[in-house]
C-alpha cells in the first residue's frame, strides 16, 4: 500500500514539475532588466543616455558624451529637455552637471507621466551648439 | 483509447483556426519619392530579413536623370555600419545596391551624391513571437510530454495514469484557447507606426505596455520656407506645440513632403523634399521667374492623420527666363511630345465632377503608388494666376486598378500596364476658375497636363 502511495507523488510531481517548467518558458521576462541605455551620435559628439527605470515622476538621467574622437567632450553647458510629443508639452529644460570624465547627471527630471517621451540633450560649448533627440517610452 | 479521440478532436479544432492572426510587426518594402539634387530618384528599401542580413536598396531613375554615382550608406544610432556605391546609368530604371544591417530598431539610409546627403528613417523590425503563440506552442508541447507520462504510468499502474491524462488534457485545453481567442486580441501599438521606434520597442512591442493614451494624434506643424541660397530651398517643419523640430515623420503616399510649389505665373512642381537633419528638408528648385510663390506641404506625423501645411515663399529668378507652359481648358493637347485628351463632366460647385486625361496606350507606371495624380489650386483671382490666396488646394490620386488574387503589395513604378485613362473624382467646393494639374508617368518620365477650368456656381456648394 504504500509503494502504490508512492507512486502518484511521483507522478503529481512531475506534471508540476512539466507545468511550471511551461509557465516559466511561457512568461520568462524576455528582456535582461537593467537601466534604459540609448544611443545617438552627431557628426561631432556621441551621447549615451541612461535612465535606472524610467518611471513617472523623478528620475535620474546619466549622459556620457564624448567627441568624434571618443574622449570625453570639453562641453560649458548641457541641458536635458523633455517633451510629449501627443500633448505637445515641453518641459523646462533641466540642467546637467558635469560628474567628470565626460559623464552628467540630470537630477531630478521630472517626467509628469507615462507614455511616449523624447528626451533632447543639448549641447552648448566652444564649437557651437548640438543636440540629439532620444525617444524613450515611460512605462505604467 | 478515449484520450487519443479527444486529442485528435482538439487538434482537428486548432488546425482550423491557426494561431498567425495576430499582428507582429512585418517588414514590408519602403517606396520613397526623393529629389535628390537635381535627380528625382524613387528609392526603395527592400524588407531585410534576417537580421543581421543584407539589405537591398533600390534607385529607379527617371528620363532625364543624370548618370552617376551615389554612395549609399546605413547608419544606427549616428554610427555608420555599412556602405555601397549605386552607379545610376544613363538608361531610366532601377539600380540596386547591398548594405547590411545587423540589428533590428530604426535605422537611416543614408544617400549621397556628393552635394547633398538624403537621410530616410526606416525600421527594421524584429520577428516576434507573441505570448499567445507562445503559449499555443506550450501548451501542445507539455501535452505531448504528459502523453508520454502517462502512457509510461499506464503500463505500470493504469489507474494513476489519469493523472497525467489530466494535466494533458489541461494543456491541450490552455493551448485551443489561446489559439482560437488570439485572432481576437488587439495588437500593441505598432513602433515606427504609432510609436517612436527604439531598439527596446522594436525588439518585442508585446513588453510595451497598453499605452495610458489611446489618441496617438500629435500636434500639427508649421511650415517654414526660406531660399537657402540660388536654386536651394530649405523647408523646416516644426512642432505647433512646442516650436520642436518635428522628426517623426512618416512615409505616406511614397514620400515623406510632398512639397507643392506654384509660381506667380501658374507653373507647378511637385517635388519630395530629401530629409538632411531632424526636422529639415532641403530641395533644389531653380525658379524661373521671381516674385511670391505659394507653397504646400503635405505630410503624415506619426500617430496622427494626413495634413496640409501652405505658406508664401518669395523667390528671386536663378534660372533663364522661359515661357510659363499654356493651361488651355479640357480637349486634346500635346505633352511632352505625346498627345493628351483632358475630358471634364459639366463642374458644377458642390456637385461631384469627373476629370479624365487620356494618354497615347495603356502603358502607364504607377507613380508615387498611384495611377495618377490630380492637383487643384482655386478658385483664382481675375485675371491673376496666383495661387497663394487660393482657398482650395486639393491633391487626388487615382489609384492602380485592383488585381484578383494578386500578392505582394502594390506595383511598383517598373509595371508599365496601366491606362490609357486616369480618372478623377472631385467635388469642386466654390464656383470659379480653377487651375489643374494632372500627372502620371509614362515611360519614365513624369508628366505634367496644366489646365484650367471653370466651375459652374450651383444650389449645392459649400461655403
Request: glycine share 0%; net charge neutral; aromatic share 0%.
Given at each position: 500500500m504504500t509503494e502504490t502511495r508512492r507512486k502518484p507523488v511521483v507522478l503529481i510531481a512531475t506534471v508540476a514539475v512539466v507545468v511550471a517548467g511551461v509557465l516559466a518558458w511561457l512568461w520568462w521576462p524576455s528582456g535582461e532588466s537593467g537601466p534604459t541605455v540609448l544611443d545617438a551620435s552627431t557628426a561631432g559628439h556621441t551621447v549615451r543616455l541612461s535612465i535606472e527605470?524610467?518611471?513617472?515622476g523623478d528620475n535620474t538621467v546619466s549622459l556620457t558624451i564624448t567627441d568624434a574622437h571618443g574622449r570625453a567632450a570639453p562641453l560649458d553647458e548641457v541641458t536635458v529637455e523633455p517633451v510629449m510629443p501627443q500633448m505637445g508639452h515641453a518641459l523646462v529644460p533641466v540642467p546637467a552637471i558635469a560628474t567628470g570624465d565626460g559623464g552628467f547627471r540630470a537630477a531630478p527630471?521630472?517626467?509628469?507621466?507615462?507614455g511616449q517621451w523624447e528626451i533632447t540633450v543639448t549641447m552648448r560649448g566652444a564649437s557651437g551648439q548640438d543636440q540629439v533627440v532620444f525617444p524613450l517610452l515611460v512605462r505604467n | 483509447m478515449a484520450f487519443a479521440a479527444v486529442v485528435l478532436a482538439l487538434l482537428a479544432v486548432t488546425g482550423a483556426a491557426p494561431a498567425s492572426a495576430d499582428g507582429a510587426p512585418v517588414g514590408a518594402d519602403l517606396h520613397i519619392a526623393q529629389t535628390l539634387g537635381d535627380r528625382e530618384l524613387t528609392v526603395v528599401i527592400r524588407r531585410a530579413e534576417p537580421v543581421p542580413g543584407p539589405l537591398r536598396v533600390e534607385l529607379v531613375t527617371h528620363t532625364g536623370t543624370r548618370p552617376g554615382p551615389v554612395l549609399a550608406r546605413t547608419s544606427f544610432a549616428g554610427a555608420v555600419t555599412s556602405s555601397a556605391t549605386i552607379a545610376l546609368g544613363a538608361a531610366p530604371g532601377p539600380y540596386d545596391g547591398t548594405l547590411r544591417v545587423d540589428r533590428p530598431g530604426p535605422w537611416e539610409l543614408l544617400l549621397d551624391d556628393g552635394e547633398q546627403v538624403a537621410r530616410i528613417p526606416f525600421v527594421v523590425p524584429a520577428l516576434v513571437t507573441s505570448p499567445w503563440e507562445k503559449t499555443t506552442y506550450g501548451g501542445f508541447v507539455a501535452a505531448g510530454v504528459l502523453l508520454l507520462v502517462a502512457l509510461g504510468a499506464a503500463v505500470k499502474r493504469p489507474r494513476f495514469a489519469l493523472v497525467p491524462a489530466a494535466g494533458m488534457v489541461a494543456a491541450v485545453a490552455v493551448a485551443v484557447t489561446a489559439a482560437l481567442l488570439s485572432a481576437q486580441i488587439t495588437p500593441p501599438p505598432a513602433p515606427g507606426a504609432a510609436l517612436d521606434p527604439t531598439e527596446g520597442t522594436v525588439d518585442d512591442p508585446f513588453a510595451v505596455p497598453p499605452p495610458s493614451i489611446v489618441d496617438f494624434s500629435r500636434p500639427p506643424v508649421n511650415l517654414l520656407a526660406r531660399a537657402e541660397g540660388p536654386g536651394k530651398l530649405r523647408a523646416d517643419l516644426v512642432d505647433g506645440s512646442t516650436g520642436r523640430p518635428v522628426d517623426d515623420l512618416l512615409v505616406h503616399d511614397n514620400a515623406l513632403v510632398h512639397l507643392v510649389l506654384v509660381s506667380p505665373a501658374g507653373r507647378m512642381w511637385h517635388l519630395h523634399p530629401v530629409r538632411t537633419a531632424p526636422g529639415s528638408y532641403s530641395v533644389r528648385l531653380d525658379a524661373p521667374e521671381t516674385g511670391d510663390y505659394a507653397v504646400s506641404a503635405e505630410l503624415a506625423r506619426r500617430g496622427g492623420g494626413v495634413q496640409l501645411a501652405r505658406t508664401k515663399l518669395s523667390l528671386t529668378a536663378t534660372a533663364p527666363p522661359s515661357p510659363a507652359p499654356a493651361a488651355p481648358g479640357p480637349g486634346p493637347r500635346q505633352v511632352g511630345g505625346m498627345p493628351v485628351d483632358l475630358k471634364t463632366t459639366p463642374l458644377t460647385a458642390g456637385r461631384t465632377g469627373t476629370v479624365t486625361a487620356r494618354f497615347p496606350a495603356a502603358d502607364l507606371q504607377p507613380w508615387l503608388g498611384m495611377l495618377g495624380h490630380l492637383i487643384v489650386v482655386g478658385?483664382?483671382?481675375?485675371g491673376a494666376e496666383t495661387a497663394i490666396g487660393a482657398p482650395v488646394w486639393a491633391h487626388a490620386h487615382a489609384m492602380t486598378p485592383v488585381v484578383p488574387g494578386a500578392v505582394g503589395g502594390q506595383p511598383d513604378e517598373t509595371v508599365a500596364a496601366y491606362g490609357p485613362d486616369v480618372a478623377f473624382s472631385y467635388t469642386f467646393p466654390l464656383p470659379g476658375r480653377y487651375r489643374l494639374w494632372v500627372q502620371a508617368e509614362r515611360g519614365y518620365s513624369v508628366l505634367t497636363v496644366p489646365a484650367t477650368v471653370e466651375v459652374a456656381a450651383g444650389n449645392g456648394e459649400s461655403r
Open positions: 527605470s524610467p518611471k513617472a527630471t521630472v517626467l509628469p507621466m507615462t | 478658385p483664382l483671382p481675375d
